[in-house]
């Protein structure tokens, strides 16, 4: 049976003068019996299908116990075709519960390189401890990815892609380290080829094949700051932009180890989920885009005004605030991770004067924030922290109703990750920091550096580690912890670790 977006035609053989796997491979979306093996095939990757032929190849898996693959355990074959962008998904099911495991993939007489993957806990039990990586923000242009080096030796379980994963921009905005190619994209052929583009990165690659990934996207796998169906450029209509994401959605897909459930119907694409890692840990990947209401206030910094208090204004949208708040009331999880986008602290950036809020963050958003938050306190979920990417700078923040009155009790947590790469080197001296904490008594961490959050988590302590890397510009930037925090298990409050 050919996989869901697939053809059933009979696949040719083919053979390719050079590597097809040359943007590696990745797993994701694991759960306790199963997880996502995902690969492309493209012998020449930055031209139009990758060089493909024009008919179905076809694509052989395998998984072992070993990396020398002298213990198959399963395999099979699917059919690559160029209705996915000769990308394959693979949903690996029928494994042993929280085991590691390895695979590859085969085409022709090429055969890929070996990614290692694993499945969770199953849902009663108890592990003892969860690692994961928080990233998001890699642009080509502006920094090279050498950081994935560093997270790669740290060994996590997971990563959490929060977004970001590719701009949108033309070749030469803002370029620092590499280009673009092509204009800024619109169409299913540019958002192919970007990606193509940025899979190509080695360290990207590296750090895929080392153990599976929870993705979900911002804006810039669409457009800067779009919402819904409006556009942040004028004179651009809802039916353009729905076209435009409809060509991005389907590229995001292809380029992703999603299961089936996420392939795109037109302009929607069902990205929102959850997993869990035995009772240690209940997982919620958000989508803070797709459903969204238009930014008020022109999606500038301003107070929060009647514009921003607007009951009306929605980040998550009906459907998804409905299941995420079902989903938290029901969890008998010891944590609560909700992996998303923007923050969601009420972060002061006016040092002096008037009160500006970001608007494109949850502050413009904030009755829907304040609702969320008492679910959250009225119906006792248990430790919940909340993962944000989007704003190129760390920050470790304690999350209240108001987060102004310091003497409300603290709700959640949130850890900010920085950019990977977007915005160059960052500068670790940050004027006016002290105003800011001052105006801003939630906020327990800030640096605008370049690089990754590491977290463990166990039963009793949640611990987040800030690392840093030197040089994104030049080849050999060295990571490095920059400051740790731990949030005990039933009191969420943020201290050094």
Known sequence: MPLLGQTGSTPKKVSFSSNPFSMGVASGDPDHKSVILWTRLGPKPLEPEGGMPDHPVEVRWEIATDDSFKKIITSGKTTATSALGFS????????????????????????????????????????????????????????????YQQMAQDQPDLVFHLGD?????????????????????????????RYCQYKTDPDLQAMHASCPWFLTWDDHEVDNNYSNDISEQSGVTPAQLLLRRANAYQAYYEMMPLRSTSLPKGPNMQLYRKGNFGKLAE?????????????????????????ALNPRNTLLGKQQRKWLFNSLKSS????????????????????????AYSMDQWPGYAAERQKLLEHIRDHKVSNAVVLTGDIHSHWANELRIDDLKADLPTVATEFVATSLASG?????????????????????????????IMCDVTPKTYTADFKT????????GVTSSRAKFVVEAGRPLIHPA
């Open 88 to 147: 394959v998904h693979i949903e690996a099911q029928g494994l042993k519960p929280d085991h590691w495991y390895f695979y590859r993939f085969q085409s022709g007489d090429a055969t890929s390189p070996i990614g290692r993957t694993r499945t969770m806990p199953t849902p009663d039990a108890n592990p003892e401890k969860l690692r994961f990586a928080v990233t998001s923000c890699q642009h080509w242009e502006q920094g090279l990815f050498t950081a």
């Open 165 to 193: 994963y590719i701009y949108e921009y033309a070749s030469g905005r803002g370029g620092k380290v590499r280009r673009h190619l092509g204009p800024e994209i619109e169409t299913l052929e540019q958002y192919r080829l």
């Open 283 to 307: 997982l919620f990947v958000l989508d803070t885009r797709q459903y969204r209401t238009n930014q008020p206030n022109n999606d500038g910094k301003d107070p929060l005004n009647e514009a």
């Open 332 to 355: 008998s999880a010891t944590w609560n991770i909700l992996a998303q986008q923007v923050m969601m602290a009420l972060v002061n950036r006016n040092t002096t004067g008037e009160a």
């Open 424 to 452: 160059g080197n960052g500068n670790p001296k940050i004027n006016a920091l002290e105003s800011l904490q001052a105006k801003n008594p939630c906020n327990k961490f800030h640096n605008r550096e370049r690089g990754y």
């Open 469 to 476: 890397i030197t040089d994104v510009l030049k080849p050999g």
